[in-house]
């Protein structure tokens, strides 16, 4: 049976090529996060070295799989018909960095949350986190059990699709629900409310990025199953992920010097942001002079510089007792 290079193993070349150049920002991410951030806890620097030591092996086999279809077996139409077990295991570690980073999300969203609402919220959130992780599963099990490339149209309705589709509920319930509690978290201060306006813009971008690239993977399964552009596109998914939390995780230093200017022209600068315990804005107190005392949700205060125009936004430890 003749094979079509250019839609199977061309199409997985150029993915992989991508895959190749995210993979070096990958580490070049993982690499500034050392730098920049020692005293983050012990169990976030392990996450992060985690998936970059996933993302490693999934490269290497990415690598391994291009090698065994484009060299070992060129031109042996048997071989280039049926799956080899390092393509569908780098299917596998894509699925555990995205599993993951969209776990890493939810806790982190458990913390913005008010004790009332965190349980259902994180358990909502985690529900849709293990059913985007089953279906990975079921998806690169049948993947395992077919082999056949011809015959991987045949799990699209029951796997792949719900695949697809719990990863983009996933990232769309975790991206909203960040974005609402970020919003509960403005107040009168102007700079604060600037910060939560940039910080809901990254979490949309985030969540628009991955989910764009999860349909797009699942159009191209379905409706082009005699290619391999759906794999060319997994190749890259797992990369945007890790490079999310590594972007998430790098730019906060950015956050903590930009300038930033108000609309009477006057400049601010955010000097220091934790958003572990961001409170619900429910939780403020609304009685009284807002502009005499301190805001509950943030603490922030807003303090003269010595050169007279410049304001300066101190966020201390966000919803600390």
């Not at 139409?77 to 799956?83: E, K, M, R």
């Not at 005499?292 to 936004?313: H, M, Y």
Request: neutral net charge; hydrophobic residues 45%.
């Amino acid at each position: 049976m003749a094979v079509d290079i250019h839609n199977t193993f061309g199409a997985g070349f150029i993915g992989g090529m991508v895959a190749a150049i995210l993979y070096g920002i990958t580490t070049l991410q993982t690499y500034l996060y050392y730098v920049y951030y020692p005293s983050d806890t012990n169990g976030l620097k392990v996450l992060v070295g985690f998936i970059w030591v996933l993302d490693t092996l999934h490269v290497s086999l990415m690598c391994r799989a291009l090698y065994y279809y484009l060299v070992t077996n060129f031109g042996d139409p048997d071989n280039l018909a049926t799956g080899d077990w390092s393509l569908f295991t780098s299917l596998g570690l894509n699925l555990c960095m995205a599993v993951l980073v969209q776990t890493y999300f939810a806790f982190r969203i458990s913390y913005l949350t008010r004790s009332n609402i965190r349980w259902w919220l994180t358990s909502l959130l985690m529900l849709f986190v293990f059913a985007h992780f089953a279906f990975g599963l079921e998806t690169v099990i049948l993947m395992f059990i077919k082999k056949e490339f011809s015959a991987l149209s045949e799990i699209t309705l029951y796997a792949a699709t719900p695949f697809a589709i719990t990863a983009v509920l996933s990232d769309v319930f975790i991206a909203a629900s960040l974005c609402i509690l970020l919003h509960g978290n403005r107040s009168p201060v102007v700079e604060t409310n600037t910060l939560v306006n940039t910080l809901i813009i990254y979490a949309i971008n985030r969540c628009l990025l991955t989910s764009l690239v999860a349909v797009a993977e699942v159009i191209a399964f379905a409706i082009l199953p005699g290619s391999l552009w759906f794999i060319a596109i997994d190749f890259v998914i797992g990369k945007l992920y890790a490079n999310s939390l590594l972007a998430t995780l790098n730019c906060r230093s950015g956050l903590r010097g930009r300038n930033h200017t108000r609309d009477d022209g006057t400049s601010f600068r955010v000097n220091t942001i934790n958003l572990s315990g961001l409170q619900s804005s429910s939780d403020r107190d609304s009685t009284g002079d807002t502009q005499s005392k301190t805001i509950t949700s943030t603490r922030a205060r807003v303090k003269s510089v010595p050169s007279g125009d410049v304001n300066q936004l101190e966020t201390g430890n966000l919803g600390e007792a």
